[in-house]
């Protein structure tokens, strides 16, 4: 049975269940962000971290994931918001070089698609009508979601659409001939980026495209990563992150508010199109 939060847009706090597809020793932690609504047939949106986690340094949900999940509720949307960290016990992964990290992102499409076998059984969201959308490390998870059903009896025919925020390209356009999207999938991404370049991005989504397959990039100029948190209000140099376009100068992060609107904007009619 759904739980109602106490106030109209607070998120829900939920436990999903592996269901036999994610490998987290413990039921991942989850919020629900639900509308307002009492409408019937609601499509729903997995949300999926980066490197960073789900949290602030406050132990609450960070400015980024309560707005786009309020955002989305906004727009009609059940949007589960996952923490695919606490369960295992890891609190970031960012500063770890990529060579010493013991969870890729491929590890984490398993809790892309529990989050997806549970939504699909709450009362109230149509189970044909739920998309992906990752920011940084949860976009590549998005990715790898995107281009790897799951069985039908285990989460149903999988994601009608995915949208990566600034995922990291690089290894997946050097074989981009085994990069096939089975929903639409769009991509957001600076242009500027240093921690995950877009240039990689491009190439990628120009291969896919080519062949006919559903896949959309927007860049946006002088923009580098992070750029839709609203929690940012200067740019950084973050010399604590080993990778990067420039292993050990570390990377920038930088706010555009003007791209996170456009951004939103995208998201929302890329949704309204798709999840139809």
């Known amino acids: 049975m759904l739980a109602i939060a106490a106030h109209p847009g607070e998120p829900k706090a939920v436990q999903i269940p592996s269901a036999g597809l994610s490998t987290s020793p413990a039921p991942l932690r989850a919020f629900l962000f639900q509308p307002e609504n009492e409408a019937t047939d609601r499509p729903a ?16 949900l960070n400015a980024r994931h309560t707005m786009w999940g309020e955002f989305l509720a906004a727009q009609g949307y059940m949007a589960l918001m996952l923490d695919s960290f606490t369960s295992r016990g890891v609190q970031q992964i960012c500063t770890t070089r990529f060579a010493d990290r013991t969870l890729k992102e491929a590890d984490r499409t398993g809790d892309a698609y529990a989050a997806l076998a549970y939504l699909r059984q709450l009362p109230g969201v149509d189970p044909n009508r739920t998309a992906v959308l990752g920011w940084s490390h949860g976009a590549g998870v998005a990715l790898d979601t995107i281009t790897r059903r799951p069985s039908v009896a285990a989460s149903g025919f999988g994601f009608g659409a995915a949208i990566a925020l600034y995922p990291g390209c690089t290894s997946r356009n050097k074989k981009a001939d085994r990069f096939h999207p089975y929903a639409p999938l769009l991509l957001l991404i600076g242009e500027a980026d240093d921690w995950t370049p877009a240039e ?77």
Not at 45 to 60: E, F, I, T
């Open 45 to 60: 949106v997995v949300m999926l971290h980066g490197c960073g986690g789900a949290y602030g340094r406050n132990g609450q």
């Open 200 to 276: 990689p991005c491009k190439a990628l989504a120009a291969s896919v495209a080519a062949r006919g397959e559903p896949m959309y990039i927007v860049t946006y100029p002088d923009t580098y990563h992070d750029f839709d948190s609203p929690s940012l209000t200067t740019k950084r140099l973050r010399t604590d992150v080993p990778n990067g376009v420039n292993p050990g100068a570390g990377v920038t992060t930088a706010p555009n508010p003007v791209a996170r609107e456009d951004a939103k904007l995208r998201v929302k009619a890329f949704l309204a199109e798709h999840l139809h």
